[in-house]
């Protein structure tokens, strides 16, 4: 390890840390001027260079240069000079006339298509029409045959990309700038007008590609009966993953083997072997290529053609463009054969790519296939495996025990490397740990990789001319796909085969490659420096645990988090006993894709370090409310789910029934009369249930109850409408009085009745609602009424998520936002 950082070191290893040091610099202060940041860049490498690296003049230069360049480039991405006819500077939900061109292939879901579309022109009624540029994401629901480079007109609200605004929330907003994308449409194919344009020549090459991969896409799936394994088949063919359930991408992350389905540099790199062999095995038929030792040149040069088709042919997303510019500069390294450190061919990959596209650089994808890579090459420079000897005579051919062995064993050492690369990554990205990757990579790459991925190929290209052959291709490839499934659902059915993991902020992961870069100084022979780092890490590490831990278990406030879940309601009680209770999971439509406890409410939860939940309440089973417990349900340990008597034959219903049974949880229904939860000091007091005419709607069903702590009282009363307001404000045993109201039924004008706001009285009123939402909550006379009655108003789609914390006697009330 020693000698190979040595090697490293002094060409390219500054230069891309200057280049990410300038990146990292640029997101955090988009708006630092340059000048000052040129002087602190300058500073920081002299340091560098006296202290630690001894940088040469020329290396310190080019090092100067790139941190400035990242610093510039990602700051001009995050605050850029918008000019007058950017999209982004009309997406404010209006509806417009929009005309634009496809720019991208289609990613196809079960009810709908969704590409990229670069708008040309804006019209609308009021404005005059505008010349306009931009990227904006477009849903198309129904059936049209639409292709890349088509020139489309439609009528549609141009939204904004906005960010669900949660503490410690995915930045969705930052993630879209990133791509350039700027707003979002939808449509009915029905109404989307094909415009008469010209077809370039790269314009027919593309959709000549886009058809042949549509074309194995439809055929996979309509000749396979195993649909997950033909989903399976056509990502790792095509790359058109979105037809794959989210239950099978959850088990190959557990078994630790997502990176299969995604095309990456271990998909071209199969490709690049498989064409490289064909395109070598040819020119080795002439005896002259061989001798000047060209034909290894020539078919490597020849073999990044096929490559970037292939990349084209999968959609050439940003992380196949990586992998492709990362398996390129790997293939020309070997072929010129001067480089003998790896380290600086996976630097200079790192330097083009985030040269290119700076913003790769905060990319899941390429941070994790990075740092995979780079383990593995340290991981295998301070191992030795015994070298494989070839041999063409004999009947055992090369495959002898003693290959064997060490080609299984290297395949694992190149998973283990891998993962623990790899690991604090994802456990601080998706909160899940898998001790089965080595055990799953070992079967799954094989079969998956080196066997479906060139019979699929096969598949593809003989289906033209030879279907039948295609289809026979396809049923075997089915057959190892159901076997590799069975495969990871036996891995993954053990207890301890894969864990959920909380507490991975931004610093436990320094810490912990900072841990293991001690562990590794210490096994290479470098044990005093080892050491120390070792000693230091571990403090530090303590430190940072022994706080959070103080934060979690010593807490003395009870909080209240009113989640911005869009248009519904999702709300977080921890209380200082400890206990935790959701209120409602958020939820769009029964028909969107979109999945608000697997995206929001849930990472929400693993940012608290909650594991389990000690109840869930569920208001009443309307999907704004229900649709996100799911997940939530399904990937939390729940003690108890508490609600209303109705009943709906709804799937998202009928499956969260299915839940309790599967996990044995505990379904409440509070009384006719009032029920209560008590946990020592704080009450969950429950109103009577509706009864008589009202109780046909699943609103004016909700449950309505009263959070009770102390001196400090907080009250939830569902999507209740005027009627049952009247009936609980009429009833004498209700005690409704509260310091803080969330608003009924979101703020609309059916709901918040003079007599039930005068039993509340609140001095602070919550309302969660989606931003510019198609019913308009909360309605204005409604928000009239309550300044009119001096009430604080606050609200989850302008101020982000509310969080409430009270002692019991006195509260306080912050935004995500602020306001």
């Known amino acids: 390890m020693k000698r190979l950082l040595n090697t490293a070191f002094p ?43 001894k940088l040469k003049p020329f290396v310190m230069g080019i090092s100067l240069i790139a941190m400035v360049w990242g610093f510039y480039s990602i700051a001009g991405i995050l605050s850029p000079n918008y000019s007058l006819n950017s999209i982004s500077q009309f997406a404010d939900s209006s509806k417009y006339i929009i005309t634009g061109e496809i720019n991208s292939f289609s990613k196809d879901y079960s009810r709908k298509k969704r590409v990229l579309l670069f708008c040309r022109f804006l019209e609308k009624k009021g404005m005059k029409p505008v010349n306009v540029n931009g990227k904006i994401i477009l849903n198309i629901y129904g059936k049209k045959l639409l292709q890349y480079g088509d020139h489309i007109q439609f ?130 038929q002439f005896p002259l290529l061989l001798m000047k030792g060209s034909a290894k040149k020539i078919a490597g040069i020849m073999t990044l053609i096929p490559l970037l088709f292939y990349g084209i042919f999968s959609g050439f997303s940003p992380s196949t463009q990586r992998a492709f510019i990362m398996s390129g500069i790997f293939m020309i390294s070997f072929l010129g054969e001067k480089e003998k450190n790896p380290l600086n061919t996976l630097a200079l990959a790192g330097i083009v790519i985030l040269i290119i596209d700076s913003a790769a650089l905060f990319s899941i994808s390429f941070q994790l296939s990075f740092v995979a890579l780079l383990f593995i090459i340290i991981g295998f420079s301070m191992v030795r495996l015994p070298s494989i000897k070839y041999s063409i005579t004999g009947a055992k051919g090369w495959i002898s025990r003693k290959n064997l062995i060490t080609i299984v064993l290297g395949a694992a050492l190149v998973t283990f490397f891998a993962g623990l690369g790899t690991f604090p990554l994802i456990a601080h990205y998706f909160n899940l740990i898998s001790y089965v990757q080595i055990l799953s990579n070992l079967i799954l790459v094989p079969l998956m990789g080196f066997v479906c991925l060139p019979l699929g190929f096969i598949a593809l290209l003989s289906l033209p001319l030879f279907p039948g052959l295609a289809e026979i291709i396809v049923s075997l490839c089915q057959s190892i796909l159901a076997f590799c499934l069975v495969y990871i659902q036996f891995l993954t059915g053990f207890k301890l085969s894969w864990s959920r993991i909380i507490g991975f902020d931004s610093l436990t992961v320094i810490w912990v490659y900072l841990f293991l870069v001690a562990v590794g100084l210490f096994i290479s022979r470098q044990k005093k420096t080892g050491l120390v780092l070792m000693v230091i890490t571990v403090l530090a590490g303590s430190v940072h645990f022994g706080i959070g831990l103080k934060t979690t278990l010593l807490s003395k406030k009870m909080t209240v988090t009113i989640l911005d879940v869009g248009q519904g309601n999702a709300a977080l009680i921890q209380t200082i006993e400890g206990k935790n209770i959701l209120v409602d999971g958020g939820g769009f439509s029964d028909y969107s894709s979109f999945d608000i406890g697997r995206y929001v409410v849930g ?70 009369t009032d029920s209560t939860l008590n946990f020592d000091q704080t009450s969950l007091i429950f109103f009577q249930d509706a009864i008589g005419p009202v109780n046909q709607n699943l609103n004016n069903n909700s449950l309505v109850f009263k ?19 009247m009936t609980l404000a009429g009833m004498q045993a209700c005690n409704l009085e509260s310091s803080i109201l969330i608003s009924p039924h979101h703020g609309s004008l059916t709901s918040s009745s003079k007599i039930f706001l005068d039993k509340v009285n609140p001095e602070s009123v919550v309302i969660s609602c989606g931003y510019n939402n198609q019913y308009g909550f909360p309605h204005p006379d409604v928000l009239k009424r309550y300044r009119k009655r001096g009430y604080k108003v606050f609200r989850t789609d302008i101020n982000g998520a509310v969080t409430i914390s009270s002692d019991g006697i006195v509260y306080n009330i912050l935004t995500r936002k602020g306001g």
């Open 11 to 53: 060409p390219l290893i500054p230069v891309i840390l200057s280049l990410i040091t300038g990146i990292i610099t640029g997101n955090f202060f988009p708006d630092l001027p340059i000048g000052i940041f040129v002087l602190f860049s300058l500073v920081l490498l002299i340091a560098a260079s006296i202290f630690f690296l």
């Open 155 to 284: 009528t549609s609200p141009l939204k904004p990309i906005r960010n669900f605004s949660n503490p410690q929330g995915f930045d969705y907003q930052k993630q879209m700038k990133f791509q350039k994308v700027f707003g979002s449409a939808y449509v009915s194919a029905d109404n989307i007008l094909v415009l008469d344009n010209p077809i370039t020549f790269p314009i027919k090459i593309i959709r000549t590609l886009e058809e042949v991969r549509n074309r194995f896409f439809y055929f996979a799936m309509d000749r396979m009966e195993n649909k997950n394994a033909a989903a399976i088949l056509v990502a790792l063919i095509t790359g058109k993953k979105e037809a794959i359930p989210l239950k099978i991408k959850d088990l190959f992350s557990k078994a630790g083997a997502s990176h299969i389905l995604a095309i990456s540099g271990f998909h071209l790199s199969i490709v690049a072997l498989g064409f490289f062999s064909f395109f070598y095995s040819l020119l080795a």
């Open 603 to 672: 990472p929400f939860l693993w940012d608290q370090r909650i594991f389990s939940l000690d109840a869930v309440i569920l208001t009443h089973p309307e999907s704004d409310h229900m649709n996100g417990l799911l997940y939530i349900l399904e990937n939390f340990k729940v003690n108890l789910l508490v609600k209303n008597r109705d009943t709906r034959s709804s799937r998202p219903y009928m499956d969260l029934m299915d839940l309790c049974n599967k996990k044995k949880i505990k379904v409440w229904h509070p009384s006719h």
């Open 707 to 725: 959070l009770w702590f102390d001196e400090f009282t907080l009250l939830f009363p569902g999507d209740i409408l005027n009627e049952r307001e």
